[in-house]
Nanobody
Framework: QVQLQESGGGLVQAGGSLRLSCAAS????????MGWFRQAPGKEREFVAAINWSGRSTYYADSVKGRFTISRDNAKNTVYLQSNSLKPEDTAVYYC?????????????????WGQGTQVTVSS
């Protein structure tokens, strides 16, 4: 059974940074693409960033492009989301997810495992 555990969320002022981590277990981490999604209060969950199995290909939502960086360490079975220049509108619960293939994906239906989420709150 695959387990994904996010960490690193918290309260930060606008303009600040946070590094989210997601530790995976249960199957060969390096074979699968990973992604980050987020859900703000009263809104649907939305795609943030994705990375392929090797880490050489990444994809970002327009709203975070240039501010967020997704990366992975296959030796540590961990994927990261470095979030810089945070804005109040980045406030949400952030979820990591794992696809069923090695290619990155940006729709929820392409992910079959999800973490429990970590709260990020950006104050103005």
């Amino acid at each position: 059974q695959v387990q994904l555990q996010e960490s690193g969320g918290g309260l930060v002022q606008a303009g600040g940074s946070l590094r989210l981590s997601c530790a995976a277990s249960g199957r060969t981490f390096s074979s699968y693409a990973m992604g980050w999604f987020r859900q703000a209060p009263g809104k649907e969950r939305e795609f943030v960033a994705a990375i392929n199995w090797s880490g050489r290909s990444t994809y970002y939502a327009d709203s975070v492009k240039g501010r967020f960086t997704i990366s992975r360490d296959n030796a540590k079975n961990t994927v990261y989301l470095q979030s810089n220049s945070l804005k109040p509108e980045d406030t949400a619960v952030y979820y990591c997810a794992q696809t069923y293939s090695g290619s990155y994906a940006y729709t929820e239906s392409e992910y079959n495992y999800w973490g429990q989420g970590t709260q990020v709150t950006v104050s103005s």
